[in-house]
């Protein structure tokens, strides 16, 4: 690999900044200052394709370009873009920030109770700092850690985030990098973590100038969103490094505690040794010499383990990662749609062997692939295991953007928040998820091509043309479309939406109370399910004791017959009980082995033995 120099504007001190470049496909390149004084400084060739120029009276503030081929172009190592992704790049001294979090500890990972959010519709303003008024009700709520949509640079000032072209640098629109400090300063003292969702297999259609500098990509693969990031091909050592050292910065220079690496699945590299193992003993070394842990977490389609194993045992060490299974499973229960991927799933078998195994698919037969797909992973613990019942892609990648508020009942939520938050593994919650809410989560850009734009709608009206539901996809460049993605987060204070908040808070409580984040493998799990009336149970044990967890998805009220085990069983929460708004309990407050006890319609209950 490209040695570690260190890329992008450098403040040394005594008004001298240094410009390190990887530019191995271009012959000459200059520095052009913008700002303060404007100058043209040029730069000198070093080994392995880097470039360099050290400048006085050059700091925090000033803006610059690179000249290559005739040609202004943003710093692909930017920190800031200030006029957005086509504009000068703008220094940045990281030490000049006043951090205030030296106390802050990183919790174990097993105790994330994760809050996925969008910087651009959590809040009217869009912005970093409106969030922190907001975090003493997810810390009330009991969330522990925010999962932050990406914020590399982004052309114009609405978007998802995966289509950033400037990995370094921090949204203008949403505050830049001193707006994101003070947010993760702000969480730090709140006592939440930050995880930083950033994206690593493909770089957004505008504004990208990376091809200018280097093989940053390689026609080699291809990924949904364009061409893969070259991780394997000539001079792929650079872009290797690249990468890695973005990680670092997010780490060490803004203080995040964990990554979500973005579909890791399309990171292509058939090299002997590759990135993501690289990439996880890079964080390690930096975690040992910070003194304090920081996680990585893959979003993967593959179900395969080595992301997650040992180094020892040929994995390549990542933390934890995304069970899509769990999600599927859940979700085509709850709602009973079975078309594309969700055809694989729909049975409550596959929500108990999503629960007991991790996965559905470890090596079994994929309707909807036409293969074999997956890796056991029944022998790992469950906190290396991501669950949700609604995040970012399942919610706004439907044509209408609708959250389960829209295709649940009531009762329907609180059975899915039951078993998201009292399963063993580590769970996360889409942002409004708390408290139902009943704005869509659609499909926005703000690009600045117009071909680019119509080509965005033709290519969204052709994906949803066989779509069950009637119309068509709104607008994605249209402001209004963004405007109603945001939350009417006033509601969770209002009716059942608040009945829903104060169940969501309540089982979190009991989630930390009986340590349900304890570790746990699949043995220590006895489940079952009953395909007839929809019913789903297991037992397990607790640092205390143990849970039994009873899920009924029917519409109709379902009997079952209490296992042999652990006697007798407290009654914890009902989401029948008129408290969370529902038809009334029928459960009793305390059951034995061999009752025969009812459940209600779609219903969730949590028993405890000590």
């Known amino acids: 690999m490209?040695?570690?120099?260190?890329?992008?504007?450098?403040?040394?001190?005594?008004?001298?900044?240094?410009?390190?470049?990887?530019?191995?496909?271009?012959?000459?390149?200059?520095?052009?200052?913008?700002?303060?004084?404007?100058?043209?400084?040029?730069?000198?060739?070093?080994?392995?394709?880097?470039?360099?120029?050290?400048?006085?009276?050059?700091?925090?503030g000033a803006r610059y370009f690179y000249i290559v081929n005739g040609n202004e172009r943003p710093d692909p190592v930017a920190y800031y873009q200030p006029e957005g992704v086509h504009g000068?790049?703008?220094v940045v001294d990281h030490s000049q920030y006043a951090w205030q979090d030296a106390d802050w500890r990183n919790p174990d990972l097993a105790d994330y109770i994760i809050y996925e959010l969008h910087v651009g519709t959590f809040t009217p303003a869009s912005t970093f700092s409106a969030i922190i008024d907001r975090l003493p009700d997810l810390k009330s709520l009991g969330i522990t850690a925010i999962e932050i949509m990406p914020v590399a640079?982004?052309?114009?000032?609405?978007?998802w985030g995966y289509d950033g072209v400037c990995p370094f640098a921090v949204q203008n629109s949403y505050g830049g990098p001193t707006g994101l400090k003070t947010l993760v300063d702000a969480c730090h003292r709140e006592g939440l973590a930050v995880i930083m969702d950033v994206v690593y297999n493909h770089f957004g259609p505008e504004g990208n100038y990376t091809?200018?500098?280097?093989?940053?990509?390689?026609?080699?693969?291809?990924?949904?969103?364009?061409?893969?990031?070259?991780?394997?091909?000539?001079?792929?050592?650079?872009?290797?490094?690249?990468?890695?050292?973005?990680?670092?910065?997010?780490?060490?220079?803004?203080?995040?505690?964990?990554?979500?690496?973005d579909a890791i699945h399309a990171i292509y590299d058939f090299g002997a040794r590759h990135f993501l193992l690289d990439l996880a003993e890079r964080v390690e070394d930096l975690s040992q010499s910070l003194g304090k842990a920081h996680y990585l977490i893959a979003e993967s389609d593959l179900n395969d383990v080595r992301i997650i194993r040992d180094r020892t045992q040929g994995g390549f060490g990542l933390d934890a990662q995304w069970s899509d299974d769990f999600h599927h499973a859940l979700h085509t229960l709850l709602t009973g749609e079975n078309n594309g991927y969700y055809s694989d799933f729909g049975t409550c078998e596959a929500l108990a062997i999503a629960l007991h195994e991790?996965?559905?698919?470890?090596?079994?037969?994929?309707?909807?692939?036409?293969?074999?797909?997956?890796?056991?992973?029944?022998?790992?613990?469950?906190?290396?295991?991501?669950?949700?019942?609604?995040?970012?892609?399942?919610?706004?990648?439907?044509?209408?953007?609708?959250?389960?508020?829209?295709?649940?009942?009531?009762?329907?939520?609180?059975?899915?928040?039951?078993?998201?938050?009292?399963?063993?593994?580590?769970?996360?919650l889409f942002m409004g998820e708390e408290y139902g809410e009943d704005a869509p989560f659609l499909y926005f850009i703000d690009h600045g091509d117009a071909d680019l734009i119509e080509?965005?709608?033709?290519?969204?009206?052709?994906?949803?043309?066989?779509?069950y539901a009637s119309g068509s996809p709104p607008d994605a460049a249209a402001v209004q479309t963004f405007k109603d993605s945001t939350l009417n987060w006033v509601k969770r204070q209002q009716g059942h939406h608040q009945q829903l908040w104060h169940y969501y808070q309540r089982l979190i409580q009991l989630?930390?109370?009986?340590?349900?984040?304890?570790p746990s493998v699949s043995d220590d799990l006895t489940v079952f399910s009953e395909e007839k009336h929809k019913i789903v149970y297991y037992q397990r044990p607790i640092p205390d004791g143990h849970v039994l967890c009873l899920m009924n998805f029917s519409q109709k009220a379902a009997q079952i017959t209490v296992p042999k085990s652990h006697d007798p069983w407290q009654?914890?929460?009902?989401?029948?009980?008129?408290?969370?708004?529902?038809?009334?309990a029928v459960l009793s407050e305390q059951i034995r082995a061999l009752d025969t006890i009812k459940l209600a319609p779609q219903s969730f209950a949590l028993y405890r033995s000590t």
């Open 2 to 60: 490209v040695g570690s120099m260190s890329i992008g504007a450098m403040p040394k001190g005594n008004g001298h900044c240094q410009f390190t470049l990887w530019a191995p496909m271009v012959d000459t390149v200059e520095l052009k200052l913008v700002s303060p004084q404007p100058a043209t400084v040029p730069m000198t060739q070093l080994e392995s394709g880097y470039w360099q120029a050290t400048v006085e009276n050059v700091g925090e």
């Open 88 to 90: 000068p790049s703008e």
């Open 153 to 159: 640079q982004f052309p114009g000032e609405r978007n």
């Open 211 to 261: 091809s200018i500098f280097g093989p940053y990509v390689t026609p080699k693969y291809r990924t949904p969103w364009g061409s893969a990031i070259n991780f394997d091909d000539a001079q792929s050592g650079g872009v290797r490094d690249y990468f890695i050292q973005n990680a670092l910065v997010w780490l060490r220079d803004y203080h995040i505690d964990a990554l979500r690496l």
């Open 358 to 428: 991790r996965f559905v698919y470890s090596w079994k037969y994929s309707k909807f692939r036409q293969r074999y797909h997956g890796s056991v992973a029944s022998d790992l613990p469950a906190s290396k295991f991501v669950i949700c019942a609604q995040n970012h892609d399942q919610v706004g990648n439907r044509m209408l953007g609708e959250r389960l508020t829209h295709l649940v009942s009531f009762e329907g939520l609180k059975l899915s928040a039951g078993i998201l938050l009292t399963a063993p593994y580590i769970p996360m």
């Open 455 to 467: 080509a965005v709608r033709t290519g969204r009206t052709e994906e949803f043309k066989d779509f």
């Open 511 to 518: 989630r930390k109370q009986l340590q349900l984040s304890a």
């Open 571 to 584: 009654k914890l929460i009902d989401s029948a009980a008129t408290e969370w708004g529902g038809p009334g």
